[in-house]
C-alpha cells in the first residue's frame, strides 16, 4: 500500500511539473526539436524529463518566453506551430543549419521583442508578417538566402533599435518610410543586390549609431542630410555605384570624415559580428 501510495505521489509531482507549462507550448517545443532533428543537436533535450530542464528554455509564469539555441546544430525548417509559443519573448537561433522559409505563423508571437535568426539558410522572401510583432526591437536576419525587397510593413515596427538584414541576396531600393524607426540605432543592409539612391529620410534617425551599406548597387550621392547624424560612429557604404567613393568611418572619428574620398584615405572595415 505505502508503495502504491508513494508511486501516486510522483506521478502527481511529475503531472503537476508538466503542467506548468501549456500543452501547447509543450507541443511546439517538441515540434521545433523534431523538425530540426534534436536528437542531433549539441545540447539535445530529454523529452521525458521537465521542460524546466531543456537546454536553452526559460520559462516565466507557466509560459515559455526565452528560446536561446544559437551554435546548436538545428538542422531543418521551423515548424509551424512555432506560432504557438505566444509567451516568446527572445528567439535566438542563429548560428545553425535551418532552412526554408520563415513560417506565416510567426506573427502570433506578438510579445517578440528580439527575432535572431542570423547564419542560417533561410531563403524566400522575408515574410511580412513581421510587421506584426509591435514589440519587436532587434531583428537580425543577416546571413541567409533571402530574396525580394524589404517588406514595408517593417517600417511600422517602431520600437526597433536593430535592423541587421545584410548577406542575403534582397532587391529594390531602401522605403523612404525608414523615419518611422526613430529608435533605430544599427542598421545594416550590407552584401545585397539592393539599388536605386540612397535616401535622405536615413538622417531623420537621430538615434543611429551603425550605418552598414556597403556592397550593394546604390548610386547617386551620399545625402549631406547625413551630417546631422551625430551619433553615427560607424559607416561603410564603399563597394557601390556611388558618384564617389568614401572612406569607411568606424569608431569615434568625427562625421566630417564621411565626405572624405577614400584616395586621401585609409578605410576602416568592419563587418556584422556576434
Request: net charge negative; hydrophobic share 40%; aromatic share 6%.
Amino acid at each position: 500500500m505505502k508503495t502504491l501510495k508513494l508511486i501516486a505521489i510522483c506521478f502527481l509531482v511529475s503531472a503537476y511539473s508538466f503542467a506548468n507549462v501549456s500543452s501547447s507550448d509543450k507541443d511546439a517545443l517538441i515540434a521545433l526539436y523534431n523538425s530540426t532533428n534534436g536528437a542531433e543537436w549539441n545540447s539535445s533535450w530529454d523529452l521525458s524529463l521537465d521542460i524546466d530542464t531543456w537546454y536553452g528554455v526559460k520559462i516565466e509564469n507557466d509560459r515559455v518566453v526565452e528560446i536561446n539555441l544559437q551554435f546548436n546544430n538545428l538542422n531543418g525548417p521551423l515548424p509551424t506551430e512555432i506560432g504557438d509559443l505566444t509567451g516568446l519573448k527572445i528567439l535566438n537561433l542563429g548560428f545553425n543549419k535551418l532552412n526554408g522559409t520563415i513560417p506565416s505563423s510567426i506573427k502570433k508571437l506578438t510579445e517578440l521583442r528580439d527575432l535572431q535568426l542570423f547564419m542560417n539558410g533561410f531563403e524566400g522572401e522575408i515574410p511580412s508578417e513581421l510587421g506584426e510583432l509591435k514589440k519587436l526591437e532587434s531583428l537580425k536576419l543577416y546571413s541567409n538566402k533571402f530574396t525580394g525587397e524589404i517588406p514595408s510593413v517593417l517600417m511600422g515596427l517602431t520600437n526597433l533599435k536593430e535592423l541587421l538584414l545584410g548577406s542575403n541576396f534582397l532587391t529594390g531600393q531602401i522605403p523612404t518610410e525608414i523615419y518611422a524607426l526613430t529608435k533605430l540605432q544599427k542598421l545594416s543592409l550590407m552584401d545585397n543586390k539592393m539599388d536605386g539612391e540612397i535616401p535622405a529620410e536615413i538622417a531623420q534617425l537621430k538615434d543611429l549609431e551603425e550605418l552598414l551599406l556597403s556592397t550593394n548597387q546604390f548610386s547617386g550621392d551620399l545625402p549631406k542630410e547625413f551630417m546631422n547624424l551625430t551619433k553615427l560612429n560607424t559607416m561603410m557604404v564603399s563597394d557601390n555605384n556611388l558618384n564617389q567613393e568614401y572612406i569607411s568611418v568606424s569608431g569615434k572619428n568625427p562625421p566630417t570624415l564621411m565626405h572624405l574620398e577614400l584616395q586621401n584615405a585609409t578605410a576602416t572595415m568592419d563587418i556584422e559580428k556576434e
